[in-house]
């Protein structure tokens, strides 16, 4: 329970003690280390440690909103007495951050800390992860020897879109991007498809894994010689997680449907996971995911900690800034003109941490659509349907906790057969050889082999959502491409297996019918009611078999919630802990 003080409830147990003087009205909260907001608005650069003077006060607040912050074990602050009428209107509460991280444990952080400096591990900032041109001279230089997939700490640091598209010794550039050119698409808007391929794993979900991990490991919620890390995910974010632990020397739990492509399993045993389980189905059994995390509490309880990426905030936190950040850098920097404008994010959602970029693009581009697409076998946001399907990474037969429904415009189902089928055309040789003749240009048509299953699927969606509005080419269309063919050569040997030798025919059959003969259907523009229904769906996973409140899911409909949830105080805060983390290892500074 917290404590009340006026009418307000501290997220946590804590003392509150007020007094008053002729002077000054004192407030002193004792409770464990965390920030605490005044009207919304943090501020870290007033001492802890000491009781600030009315005249420091009377320049740091005022009644538009400012804030007072303190990460320590007790504060005492002394405010003016003509703040002394407005109490009642004073909100403590813990910010967003506190949402993902409850506490600071002194005692695990120091463990975290010494196997740091032992094993060499230096943590970047999430701002260096979005603009990598602030990260240490001296740690580029050290990337010049090291292979982009190599289990390397400094690895790291790759942990961004901006990666030189190399496999080894690589630095920084603006990111990685294709366009897709109307001889392929079919529509005149601008297709421009963001390349995940060149992460660390070969996928954008290593930067999820990071925002969930990294945010506990600063702050003692994670303990990694104690304590495994259990990723439960139908492919990439295990991956992920299980790569960013074998850099931070963590041992990791990979939990995913034993259907998804081979690729996944080898690589996981190539790093030498500590443990890889296979759950029943394919994509869309998730539910099989969360039945074996819920028997891994029963049998080990804190000896793991579960980073269920369907919930974890960090995920579409690390989306929010990182995806949706650079994508408004690319459109600034490379298609804004006088006639231009962002028209729409197309996301497929497995987790919904991707999607939530769409909520940072909205903020910069209050007009753009932002575009769901799932798995016409699997319809769950189409038409609250359930299916299994072959479009690895999306349609999981639920609406995930983090995905801010009230952000989302439309839901588009694409069939699983259109992307299979069209990712032989994209990647064997005579669907290549027809691309060309139908006058795609042959640098397009070498790099189709960036895109995955998923990624085809988020294609479809985005010329469809062109076609839809009558896109023209002022529109600019962005989605993410979340992998690339390295990880499905398994299910292009299945599909030569099941459908034979690929010729000229069946790739002018394939292209007329899936491309040009594309129409928007299976699209589900979303009203009010909708959107609100969908949150409400979330009910059946989330309350009645996953332990979430009802309390809890009405806040998820609260629009302050997500914009506290994705304040920039939020990612400043990890970013100070992370700090500290690597002022205390000392290797930052004996580089």
Request: aromatic share 10%; hydrophobic share 35%.
């Amino acid at each position: 329970m917290g404590a009340r003080w006026r009418g307000t409830t501290f997220a946590r147990p804590c003392e509150v003690r007020v007094s008053g003087s002729r002077g000054s009205v004192t407030l002193q909260v004792l409770v464990y280390p965390g920030a605490f907001f005044w009207r919304g608005t943090l501020l870290r650069d007033l001492d802890a440690r000491k009781r600030a003077p009315p005249e420091e006060m009377n320049k740091r607040i005022d009644y538009s909103g400012s804030c007072l912050s303190a990460c320590c074990t007790a504060r005492s602050l002394t405010f003016p007495p003509e703040f002394a009428t407005i109490y009642d209107s004073i909100t403590y509460a813990y910010e967003a951050l506190m949402k993902i991280i409850e506490s600071i444990n002194q005692d695990v952080l120091q463990k975290s800390i010494e196997r740091a400096r032992e094993r060499g591990v230096i943590l970047p900032t999430f701002e260096q992860q979005r603009d990598p041109s602030k990260i240490p001279e001296k740690i580029k230089d050290k990337l010049k020897e090291v292979g982009l997939w190599d289990i390397n700490p400094l690895n790291l640091f790759r942990i961004t879109w901006k990666n030189e598209p190399t496999l080894s010794g690589g630095g920084f550039g603006e990111g990685n991007w294709l366009e897709f050119p109307p001889e392929l698409t079919g529509v005149e808007a601008r297709i421009v498809g963001l390349i995940g391929k060149w992460f660390p794993t070969g996928a954008h979900k290593v930067g999820a894994a990071y925002g969930c991990l990294v945010p506990r490991l600063v702050s003692g919620n994670f303990d990694p010689t104690t304590q495994k890390a259990v990723w439960p995910s139908t492919g990439n974010y295990c991956r992920g997680g299980a790569y960013d632990c074998a850099l931070l020397d963590c041992p990791a739990v990979a939990i995913l449907p034993e259907g998804m492509s081979r690729e996944r399993f080898e690589w996981l045993r190539e790093i030498g996971t500590d443990e890889i389980i296979g759950t029943p189905g394919t994509e869309s059994n998730v539910k099989e995911i969360y039945d074996k995390c819920w028997e891994l509490r029963r049998e080990r309880g804190d000896q793991i900690v579960i980073f269920n990426q369907f919930d974890e905030f960090g995920n579409s936190v690390w989306h929010y800034n990182m995806t949706g950040g650079v994508i408004d850098e690319i459109y600034e920097n490379h298609y804004k003109n006088d006639r231009s404008r962002l028209s729409a994010f197309i996301s497929a959602t497995g987790s919904a941490g991707t999607i939530a970029a769409g909520d940072f693009l909205r903020t910069r581009h209050p007009s753009i659509r932002v575009v769901a697409v799932e798995a016409l076998q699997c319809p769950t946001l189409y038409q609250f349907g359930f299916g299994a399907h072959r479009i690895e990474g999306i349609g999981d037969k639920h609406i995930p906790w983090i995905h801010n429904v009230r952000n989302t415009d439309m839901v588009i189902a694409v069939d699983d057969e259109q992307t299979m089928q069209l990712m032989r055309l994209f990647n064997e040789s005579a669907g290549r050889e027809y691309l060309v003749k139908r006058g795609v240009d042959e640098e397009t048509v070498k790099r189709l082999d960036r895109l995955g299953i998923s990624c085809i699927c988020n294609l479809v969606a985005a010329v469809k959502t062109a076609k839809y509005y009558d896109m023209d080419s002022r529109d600019v269309i962005f989605l993410p491409l979340t992998d690339s063919m390295e990880l499905y050569n398994s299910r292009m040997d299945e599909m030569r297996e099941q459908h034979g030798a690929y010729k000229t025919e069946t790739a002018i059959g394939h292209f007329e019918r899936y491309l040009a003969g594309m129409t928007p259907d299976y699209v589900r523009e979303l009203t009010y009611f909708d959107r609100k229904a969908l949150h409400n769906f979330k009910y059946f996973t989330w309350v009645e078999q996953q332990g979430k409140s009802s309390d809890d899911l009405n806040r998820l409909w609260d629009e302050d919630f997500w914009k506290e949830l994705f304040s920039a105080e939020q990612v400043r805060e990890w970013d100070a802990l992370i700090n500290e983390f690597n002022e205390a290892t000392g290797l930052l500074n004996a580089l």
